[in-house]
């Protein structure tokens, strides 16, 4: 299914099927684009729809790679954390990587999508298509969050996986380590967003999750180090 209704005004679109890969649409906001070859698959799931800006959850190329592209086509805004503005306009995706393995460096500068302006920065408590903006600096600096009360819907991006994209094995996992900012950053935004005791949780590897309890279990087993 290349788009999924998962809630009034949420939907899911898998770019690399069946769930390796998301994007979700909230109120006409588009959340993560995928790689630079997610493009025609990401179109397609937009035809007819009505999108008016355009955000990420980090500046990963598994996330924005397509975001040039479909801010150009569209003719939307692009939106991020304050943390990954830098990367993302510069086009140099190692700014948000944490410092040392070279050659992981090299592969984010190789296989990021194009620079493109930031419109806007993200805050806490922003308005995003009814959803609200939570800062969850870890996975990168500039890591967002998405959250409804009203029916206890999370967008977390990378905070943790669902399935693991290079594996392809099911089931809660904390993000790659060598790409992950902060690890100790990213535990405590995984922590924080647990206490919210969310109902949906959308990732952007892996299929949602309705269980909160689980997602809770498995995050107050995750060690400190």
Partial sequence: MLV???????????????????????????????????????????????????????AHFDHQGSSHAVCERLDIPLWCGAGDREALESGDLARVLPRGRPLFRWIARRAGGPAHPVARVLKEGDDVGGFAVLEVPGHTPGSLAFWRQSDGALVLGDVLFNRNPVTRRRGLAEPFRIPTWDRAANLGA?????????????????????????????VATLPDR
Avoid: M, W
Avoid at 193 to 218: E, M, N, Y
């Fill in 190 to 218: 995984a922590r924080r967003l647990a206490a919210l005791k969310p109902r949906l949780i959308c990732f952007g590897h892996g299929a949602p999750l309705r269980d909160t309890q689980r997602f809770c279990d498995f």
């Fill in 4 to 58: 999924e209704e998962l809630a009034a005004d949420l939907s899911r679109l898998a770019l690399v099927p069946p769930d390796l890969v998301n994007a979700y649409l909230i109120g006409g906001v588009l959340i993560d684009t995928g790689g630079r070859l997610a493009r025609r698959r990401l179109f397609a799931a937009l035809e007819g729809r009505t999108v008016t800006a355009h955000t990420v959850t980090h």
